[in-house]
């Protein structure tokens, strides 16, 4: 899901549950953005770089970054203590949100529990995210679904491929995919366990300390293990290239499954793990600009 781990910026604070990413614009309702699979939200600076002429931009993060609190192990506790970090920027709806791969199902559990409360979500820009905890058919139940999860297969060796350091990509990866492959082709399949080191690909991933690759674990289960309700949602969903392998084989990749609201699907050129790369990050900004500047303004400024 992470091409590497994130590495730290120059922010104040970056370990808080709550980091400012820009706020050059104070007269519009600020994009709240959930933390990725690192459990923080700084991945998001370049990005936020891109929107700041457009929009403020807050990153959530997990709790339990400084140290001291635990990492909630269930992610409708996490949407609460995420709402509260919210309400101190912007006290009422509607709220916009965003997440970046399973950050999306972050979103997703945050717009559930605000809609508990009797908020409205008017913007949700999922950024190649699949709907996690959904229940999909097997892509051998339909030839389309088949022949998009071979699409997905061979793009993705491809783009290994094209990357460099091709073996060493593919050993890295190779055992989990496999795994995860088979537990959505073959429905006896044992559920296989995502070990978080699995999901960066650099070699860097090894010196990861123990203690932060626990709290990241921890925080990958909650994702994994939430189960969604369906929500009167609409969703704006900007994803790359070929369908996520977590995903229902389909262009919208299974959100049709988690909303009942419209879905607006939009493909961009890119790879995965490029969504948020510093070279990268302009074209996603883009289309999301584009949506965030639609939204029904609001004369009132947030400090």
Same mark, same amino acid.
Not at 125 to 150: K, T
Not at 211 to 230: G, K, S, W, Y
Not at 270 to 297: C, I, P
């Given at each position: ?14 370990k808080a549950p709550l980091i400012t990413l820009a706020q050059q614009r104070a007269d519009v309702r600020p994009l709240f953005v959930a933390p990725t699979i ?83 979500? %008017? $913007?949700?820009?999922?950024?190649? /995210? ?12 339909? *030839? &389309? @679904? ?60 090894? %010196? $990861?300390?123990?203690?932060?690759? /626990? ?12 189960? *969604? &309700? @369906?929500?009167p949602l609409n969703v704006v969903l900007i994803r790359g290239r070929y369908d996520q392998l977590e995903g229902s084989f389909e262009l919208d990749l299974g ?49």
């Open positions: 899901m992470l091409a590497q781990l994130p590495k730290l910026n120059d922010m104040t604070d970056s690192s459990g923080r939200s700084r991945d998001y600076s370049h990005l936020a770089e891109q929107l700041n002429d457009t929009v403020p931009v807050y990153g959530l993060q997990m709790r339990g970054l400084a140290g001291g609190d635990k990492v909630y192990d269930n992610l409708r506790d996490a949407a609460e203590y995420h709402i509260e970090r919210m309400r101190e920027i912007q006290p009422e709806g509607p709220y916009s949100l965003a997440g970046y791969s399973a950050g999306g199902t972050i979103c997703l559990a945050i717009a559930e529990a605000l809609h508990d409360q009797g908020e409205t979500v %008017d $913007l949700m820009l999922m950024l190649d /995210a699949v709907p996690l905890g959904i229940e999909i058919a097997s892509p051998l139940g339909s *030839p &389309r @679904r088949l022949w998009r999860w071979g699409c997905a297969v061979v793009g993705r060796i491809a783009e290994l491929y094209a990357e460099g350091d091709f073996f060493l990509s593919m050993i890295k990866r190779s055992k989990s995919v496999t795994l995860r492959l088979w537990t959505k082709i073959w429905p006896f399949a044992k559920k296989h366990k995502i070990d978080v080191r699995d999901l960066f690909t650099q070699s860097s991933s090894s %010196d $990861l300390p123990a203690d932060e690759a /626990a709290r990241v674990q921890t925080h990958l289960d909650t994702i994994l293990n939430f189960q *969604p &309700r @369906r929500l959100w049709n499954l988690a909303v009942t609201g419209d879905i607006q699907v939009e493909v961009i050129s890119l790879q995965h793990h490029q969504f948020l790369f510093k070279n990268r990050v302009q074209l996603l900004a883009e289309k999301m600009k584009a949506h965030l500047n639609a939204r029904v303004s609001t004369s009132r400024a947030f400090d």
